[in-house]
């Protein structure tokens, strides 16, 4: 691509027209492209949409509230509200535990608790908690997780049963473990986010409240977390997408049992397992009503995420 | 008068310095150790999934993993180059889709684009990055295999992959761009540069370490994935078979075998896991170095 040559006599010469051609075109091309990531985000929704249509009008909302799935030709009866329990419940106990942790890796990571050579190190090692394959978790969660959780599960089943969540005998994979392989899946996320949140506080604030006496835990409680708390909140909001959204480590330790427990030891399963599981052999209705619960994950993940982006986007203007 | 000044200059020392048994200053100690227990908790798993894939990968690794097809249950040996094969297909299908469309987005985004639709762009990328692997699956599933048009095959896979990479690829390859200084397109347009060779012949080869980086990236991101393929490309234990035919991969070999009863099969699964995870952790130390390397 060179157009360019040297001639002495008009050095100025005005652009050919297939020059102006090729810029004004390759201006548009990449408009189009970019437009088109909008579109993909509109087509998916469309298309899982569509697909959804004749579940819809077989199930209406009830789809939503109804708690069988049966799959059996001539009394088939779908509805995913165990599924959104399990993937609300399993999402909620892994943020119960990623929270804490994540904020207190953060503050670990943008305090000068640590020389600055230590931190950059740490920094890359929960990034790379992150980059593992959710399968690779599934799979040290069936070897090694379930075992840890089962032996744990038992002390608190003969010690704790009369307390609903520990109501029911640990048999393996069930809420809990799925609970906790995604805590481990999101504290990167969270602790990533909440990192950058606390560290572009502005350096007065931390000044001016240790000038007047403050220890380093009262700076950090009651100043720079208050000023860097819209940055956490969507830190776990996008953990929060994540976490509903999570397929593959959920799916091989969750126990894929559509029925609500109370207890945390129990068997369950989420929309994304359901999918997961269902999807390569469903068939007429079944794979409708899986295209209407994918639809029910997309605008939860959808909510999530944009709740997340808008808060993140109001903290850039101040 | 002089011993009055040491008096108060001692007490004056004693207000401003803490004791170290008031409760605030043991307050900020156990934070402080509440923080380092944090930190060490973040870590536990990180090495406890590297350690355990390890430990169980390296005692199953062999040549023949390279060199043969997956074997029946209970037949020793076996390997899995149909998966690797797959694996790469559908990765560099995924990649041949989603890379010129994400690079040539990101440039108008940085490049051409006027604020307000860059930033419409941008937060539909951020949103698109957090859909769920498994409603790309879904949305592929819906174009390509229910409609009849292609199937279970290869390119299906490739296109639910590439869902999943191009908000990887923009989102990088905008910051690349960003990180361009303006001079040097000040200084290409004072040349006379049109806008297209502005960016093909200045900016373009200024960011492309990064750009790269990114793509490293989004491939080793996209190489892990299972559940876009899961009902895509299903899964298959002979050769390649050509385009439109089910087609194997290292990611769903993992979860079809770490879950089968038998012993050969689940050592391949941790083989396959071994491979896949250090995909991940080469590309990310390749990409952390790269990015330090900075060429302005």
Redo the contacts between chains.
Sequence with gaps: ?S??SPSRESPLSP?TKS??L??SG??G???I??????F??L??CV??G??AIPAMKEFGFGFLSETAWNPVEGRELYGVLPQVYGTLVSSFIGLLIAV??????A???S?N?LPLSVRTV?V??????A??????????G???LIPIITNIGNWLYSNFAWIPIFSTPPRGPGMLAAGVILA?MT?PII?AISRDALISVPRNLREASVGLGA????T??KVIIPAAFSGIVSAVM?AL??A?????AVT?LIGNANKISSSVFAPSNTV?SL??NQ??EASGLQ?SA??YA?LV??FL??L???L??LV??RVRKI | MNSSFTEDSGAVRRSLS?SKGSP??L??ST??F??????A???L??L???S??LI?GIGSLRLSLFTELPPPPLVEGGGFRNAIFGTIIMVGIGALISV??GV??????T???SGK?AR??R??????S??????????A???LV?SKIIGYSPISGGFALS?LM??II?RTTDEALQLVPNDLRQAAVGL?C????T???VVLPAAIPSIVTGVTLSI??A?????PL??TA?FSQFEFNGFFQPIASL?VL??NF??SPYDNQQSL??AA?LI??ML??VT?IIA?WVTNQKSY
């Design positions: 691509m157009t360019y652009r020059d102006k090729l810029d390759f201006v091309l990449t408009r492209l970019a437009l088109a990531i909008a993909v985000l087509t998916i298309q899982v569509l697909q804490p942790i994540g904020v207190g890796t503050v670990l990571l305090e608790l740490l890359f090692l929960v990034e790379l908690l980059a593992i394959p959710s399968v690779v978790y599934g799979v040290w069936i070897f090694v481990i504290l602790t220890t380093r835990w009262e950090i409680l996008l997408g994540r509903m959204g999570e397929t593959m091989m994304a999918l997961a999807f390569a794979i899986l295209m994918a994950l997309f993940t959808l999530v995420n944009i997340a982006e993140v986007m | 803490r605030r200053t307050f900020n934070m402080n509440v923080a380092f227990a944090c930190g908790i973040a870590l798993p990180l406890a999934v590297l355990y894939v169980q010129p469309i040539l987005a990101a440039i108008y985004l490049e051409f684009s639709i419409g762009v937060f539909c990328t951020n949103v698109l957090g859909v769920p692997s498994i409603i790309a699956g879904v949305f599933y819906g174009v229910s869902i191009l908000p923009v006379g049109t806008k297209f060779q960016v093909m012949q080793a991101r190489s892990g994935e299972t559940a899961l009902f299903l990611a993992v979860y770490a879950i699964a941790w896991s896949l995870v991940v952790l990310s952390r």
